[in-house]
């Protein structure tokens, strides 16, 4: 599994962040990585900061599986509202049932003020 690295496409800080991962066998590119049994952590920082503002995980609904291979991360409206329009660091971490772990994304995540005008 390859590691992305760089700049996520930019999310609203007004709604809610949604994005689908698919993780095929590097060896066998017509099969799916088994995930049951995962542990998907992930999470989202200021720059140089070692806290996290917002993180999450399987155990709290923040990453669901979906299909073999395949996960949904999700952020709700109301955790956005609290990043303030920036550039943020954004990580997410794979360890299989197997115990072998992974970096699948150690990024930049832009945030822009999503003005609405109710």
Known sequence: MSIYVGTLAATSNRVKWTFAVEIIDPVDPDTAVDLVGSTILLGI?????????????LSDAHAVLTSPGNFNVTFTEAEMKILAPGEYDFGLVLKLANGTQHQLIAGQLPVVDGVVNP
């Open 45 to 57: 920082r200021e720059p140089g900061q070692q806290q996290c503002i917002l993180s999450g995980s």
